[in-house]
T-cell receptor
């Protein structure tokens, strides 16, 4: 069965510094990986996804994520954090041919001015 | 496109009452998902539909919960009778399947319905 783990409940980063939000996964087939962001009182918004090909995926708002098959990880990154990036971030995984996406518990990102 | 539309945005009801949550998916999307979000359990998939047909309802917590999709543009999630532990934010999401790589479609979420059962 597929699963996804976000080991950090919260990440604090100073504005202007690079940020990383960690995610590891487990699937039996080929993984399809997603990152979503949730702002207060809003639904989840799609940021980016990995399907195949280049291990570095670029997404919305300057975010990118790196797929690492050997480490079964898909960490979210941004070179320079903004205060407006403060939100709840969800990693999600889907196994090949599976309809369902499994979401992680979420990581709350605080960008400190 | 207006995106996924959910109503109401907030619902406060008393224990024992019937609650109906509504969702209008993005036009052309053939998958519809209902999720529940709580602090304790995170985001849980309750049920999903494909072409208006329920495919997997294994996440529906109890018989008190039911969901329907009478047509491609409308779905409901009903709780009868409601209980305080049903208090949560309920999200609807929709997607359309890529015919070549079926599992890669992106789900688009509605703004959610915040349900409070007193």
């Amino acid at each position: 069965a597929q699963s996804v783990a976000q080991p950090e409940d919260q990440v604090n980063v100073a504005e202007g510094n690079p940020l990383t939000v960690k995610c590891t996964y487990s699937v039996s087939g080929n993984p399809y990986l997603f990152w979503y962001v949730q702002y207060p009182n809003r639904g989840l918004q799609f940021l980016l996804k990995y399907i195949t090909g280049d291990n570095l995926v670029k997404g919305s708002y300057g975010f990118e994520a790196e797929f690492n098959k050997s480490q079964t990880s898909f960490h979210l990154k941004k070179p320079s954090a903004l205060v407006s990036d403060s939100a709840l971030y969800f990693c999600a995984v889907r196994d090949t041919w599976d309809d369902k996406i499994i979401f992680g518990k979420g990581t709350r990102l605080h960008i400190l001015p | 496109d207006a995106g996924v539309i959910q109503s109401p945005r907030h619902e406060v009801t008393e224990m024992g009452q019937e609650v109906t949550l509504r969702c209008k998916p993005i036009s052309g999307h053939d998958y519809l998902f209902w999720y529940r979000q709580t602090m304790m359990r995170g985001l849980e998939l309750l049920i999903y539909f494909n072409n208006n047909v329920p495919i997997d309802d294994s996440g529906m917590p109890e018989d008190r919960f039911s969901a329907k999709m009478p047509n491609a543009s409308f779905s409901t999630l009903k709780i009868q009778p409601s209980e305080p532990r049903d208090s949560a934010v309920y999200f609807c999401a929709s997607s359309t399947r890529d015919r070549y790589i079926p599992s890669t479609d992106t789900q688009y979420f509605g703004p959610g319905t915040r349900l409070t059962v007193l």
